[in-house]
């Protein structure tokens, strides 16, 4: 499975941002998916994370009310809406898919397949 992420940037603070992942390769049905950010010096952590249906989602507290995942499972895509946004939100964004599992995956170490990452920068 290969992951590419588009749509990070630089941007104020308040504004927004739209992340893409597409996925390819091993996608004859749809597996869970997340995204995770880490900024320099810091672990990595989850942002948010969605279903294989995508009915079910899960998100970090500090981008709860802020940030939106979707996906697009025709087009073996997934999303995530940034609104709100803030100078900690400052970090690389990976994507990242779980072929083992079916719900929400919240921990690193249940995904398999990562993007190389897409930053995002937001200005004070």
């Known amino acids: 499975v290969q992951l590419v992420e588009s749509g990070g940037g630089l941007v104020q603070a308040g504004g927004s941002l739209r992340l893409s992942c597409a996925a390819s390769?091993?996608?004859?049905?749809?597996?869970?998916m997340g995204w995770f950010r880490q900024a320099p010096g810091k672990e990595r952590e989850l942002v948010a994370a969605?279903?294989?249906?995508?009915?079910?989602?899960r998100y970090a507290d500090s981008v709860k009310g802020r940030f939106t995942i979707s996906r697009d499972n025709a087009n073996n895509a997934v999303y995530l809406q940034m609104n709100s946004l803030k100078p900690e939100d400052t970090a690389v964004y990976h994507c990242a898919i779980s072929t083992a599992y079916l719900g929400v995956m919240t921990m690193p170490g249940t995904y398999d397949y990562w993007g190389q990452g897409t930053q995002v920068t937001v200005s004070s």
């Open positions: 390769g091993r996608t004859s049905r749809s597996y869970p």
């Open positions: 969605i279903n294989w249906r995508g009915d079910s989602t």
